[in-house]
């Protein structure tokens, strides 16, 4: 099988192991991923990445000429993709830039043009309700009626989708898996040691964005509840609550239970997490975003979920977006806000041992089962098998 994908997403090499996981799934697959050639992400990473050519035998990333550089619905190739298209003709053309995402109507057309007979998939994260206005309504209307299958990042992406009207095959599974091999159990003494952090201490841990709709103030308030118990809050990445959260720590004589390590590379991530006696993701879904198509926010995923499991680290999250259906029966779930349900939560681990370890254990086979990236390259082979068979 012959499988092309483009995105944007691809400029970062961490992100295309679970690509080149499928493409060592068995003889016979070869996938070729289209990059941009030159792209600005924005953020603190606010500057041009130019890509590069890879040949790695059946996966093979391939930089095309493209037009925007920093709007991935507006994201479309240049006339180099003609010629790879045909050199490669695929069976497959994933475009992973959502329903809206011009690049996906132009691999639509070129399909056509080209005679190429591939089935057409898009994925997308979009977990909320929207409506379109003229021309956007139009071009979304035209991708879904081409799609042969859509990949949805999660389940209320999904039900979106057919209420957009899709009646299709749709699969629910992450963009991107966790690899086992990073993010793997590993006892951290010596840097629980530099950080202050004592082996009868209970590390309650945060990985993320430091804004409102991750529910940090929830976390604090919670732990402010129960600081007779033996807790440090261990908070890793940035953001702009970061002032008030510290100001509310000293206000609560907490400040010195509270570690804030600023964003660190990604390969260095799992050793903080290895740092964690459970890990807590207590996002809040939110309807103050607004842009020109849809309004509001809710958790599409929360991938450090999977990254703590596969540290078996004992996860606890609310049931915002996709949080629920992450953890399952593999952790604990709280309703969104709710401090003091958070408080229960926390106290069950602190004071229960034995309920961390079964937990921290349920969830790292959870991971390994479905989430690393041969897990989800194998369910992504099934699932196009699943679209050649039907048309």
Sequence with gaps: MKILVASHTYIVDLNCEKLRALSQLEPGIE???VVPKSWRPGGVQNKVIETEYRDEGTFKIVPVSNFSQNHQGLL???????????QVRPQVIQVEQASRGLAYTQMIILNKI?????????????????ELKFPVGLLEKFNLDNSHGIISGNQDGAEVLRQRGYQGLIKVMPQLGVD?????????????AKLGIFPDEFVVGFVGRFVPEKGLLTLLQALISIKNKPWKLLLLGRGNLQAEILKIAAENQIQDRVIIIESVP??????????????????????????LTAAGWKEQFGHVIIEAMACKVPVIGSNSGEIPHVIGD????????????LANCLTQLIDNPDLRQKVGAMGYEKAMDKYTNKALAQQQLEFYRELVKSY
Excluded: C
Aim: negative net charge; proline residues 7%.
């Design 31 to 33: 996938v070729t991923v």
């Design 76 to 86: 479309t190739f240049g006339a180099d993709l003609i010629a790879l298209l045909k």
């Design 114 to 130: 080209l005679g190429l007979q591939a089935k057409n998939i898009f994925f997308t994260w979009w977990n909320l309700p929207y």
């Design 180 to 192: 086992e091999r990073v993010f793997t159990p590993h006892s951290q003494p010596e840097l629980a």
């Design 266 to 291: 990604h390969d260095v991530v799992p050793q903080y997490i290895n740092l964690m006696d459970t890990l807590v993701l207590p996002s809040e879904t939110t309807y103050k975003f607004k842009t």
């Design 330 to 341: 593999a952790g604990l779930i709280f309703p969104e806000g709710d401090v003091q349900a």
